[in-house]
Nanobody
Framework: QVQLVESGGGLVQAGGSLRLSCAAS????????MGWYRQAPGKQREWVAT?????VTVYADSVKGRFTISRDNAMLYLQMSSLKPEDTAVYYC??????????WGRGTQVTVSS
């Protein structure tokens, strides 16, 4: 089992920056990849970015060039810059194990004001 806890959300003006963190605990050795997802009010949860154990990173087109995902052992980060109001959402951390089990955190709210 893996437990994930996000932090770092908050209110920021458009054009500003935030760094989200996700603390992983438990069987983190079983994780093959980790990622960030987000869900805006009234919308489906959408993928934002993924980082593999090999350090390969992939981003959604909507955040490419503005967001950076990184991982340091049990910590996952999402550095967000040039934030837009449409980035407002609850951001979730996800872990994917080698056995394809998935783990989710409870999310952290990011609100970008115009």
């Amino acid at each position: 089992q893996v437990q994930l806890v996000e932090s770092g959300g908050g209110l920021v003006q458009a054009g500003g920056s935030l760094r989200l963190s996700c603390a992983a605990s438990g069987s983190i050795f079983s994780l093959n990849a980790m990622g960030w997802y987000r869900q805006a009010p009234g919308k489906q949860r959408e993928w934002v970015a993924t980082i593999t154990n090999a350090g390969v990173t992939v981003y959604a087109d909507s955040v490419k060039g503005r967001f950076t995902i990184s991982r340091d052992n049990a910590m996952l980060y999402l550095q967000m810059s040039s934030l837009k109001p449409e980035d407002t959402a609850v951001y979730y951390c996800k872990g994917l194990s080698r056995t394809t089990s998935t783990y989710w955190g409870r999310g952290t709210q990011v609100t970008v004001s115009s």
